[in-house]
């Protein structure tokens, strides 16, 4: 649909588009149409556009239903109340159709900002789900809030032989020894290696005590950094004269100025 390409990214058009589409969902019934207009609006992220979108999810078309669900959540999430359409979200994880559940339960996942209880139930009730994409996608849902629930079922895949890089990401989130002999397995990169780092216990030594030393490199400039543990990367904040900066560390000894070295690293964060 043109209209989709004209929303992004310019947003000068969303309030004439949403005008547009919202009244054209309401009472078309061609399901390739609908399914289309349905895809353009959930760029506007207008929360009229959404309610309209979430209106849909129920439709007879799987299609559609697709459509709904690749179009939430908002990608302006801050300017949209999370339950008007978190609801939704949470009953197309459970929808007859394996891509609708997989796409649910993808988007479900990534809301690290609106866990609850009710969200991390409905991931539940799909790591033992038939479709392996889905069940893959609950598995990193409830591994990125570190809930225990995703290691039986990550193992099993990882057993069974499956070869996904989804189940990698998870592996990196639990960070458990057990999942190690398992990531060998796997051809290596720099997600596989993360995934070690966590996961391998002298490994995941080396680089814990790598972060102590460039926190207490930092103090040496005066300046007071912690490291967050609950991050993917490893992220070090601090408060500066301008306000509260971070940093992924990895990131920060990749540059060519500090290669690596931990005082060069430290002095680089320093600076204003």
């Not at 649910?104 to 690290?112: E, M, Y």
């Not at 500066?240 to 060519?256: D, K, T």
Request: overall charge negative; some cysteine.
């Amino acid at each position: 649909m043109i209209l989709r390409e004209v929303i992004n990214p310019d947003r000068d058009h969303v309030g004439a588009i949403v005008a547009t589409l919202v009244p054209l969902i309401g009472g078309e019934s061609d399901p390739l149409v609908l399914g289309s207009a349905i895809l353009a609006l959930g760029l506007a992220s207008d929360r009229d556009a959404i309610i309209a979108i979430c209106r849909h999810s129920k439709h007879d078309d799987e299609g559609v239903r697709l459509a709904v669900a690749k179009a939430l959540p908002p990608i302006y999430r801050d300017e949209i109340e999370a339950g008007s359409y978190i609801p939704t979200l949470l009953a197309l994880s459970s929808d007859t159709d394996d891509d609708v559940r997989e796409w649910a339960c993808l988007d479900l996942a990534r809301l690290l900002d609106d866990d609850t209880p009710e969200l991390r139930s409905a991931l539940a009730a799909r790591l033992h789900d038939p479709h392996e994409g889905t069940r893959c996608e609950a598995i990193v849902g409830l591994a990125s809030r570190h809930d225990p629930r995703a290691l039986p079922p990550l193992l099993a895949m990882l057993e069974e032989g499956s070869s996904l890089m989804l189940l990698v990401e998870a592996a990196a989130w639990i960070g458990d020894a057990s999942i190690v002999p398992h990531l060998l397995d796997f051809a290596s990169d720099d997600e596989v290696e993360a995934a070690l780092d966590r996961c391998d216990p002298k490994r995941r030594a080396r680089r814990e005590a790598r972060n102590a030393t460039l926190v207490e490199a930092l103090a040496a400039h005066g300046i007071e950094a912690t490291v967050n543990p609950e991050a993917f990367d490893d992220e070090i904040s601090w408060v500066s004269p301008n306000g509260n900066r971070q940093a992924v560390i990895e990131h920060v000894l990749a540059r060519p100025d500090v290669n690596g070295d931990i005082q060069a690293a430290a002095a680089r964060l320093a600076q204003p």
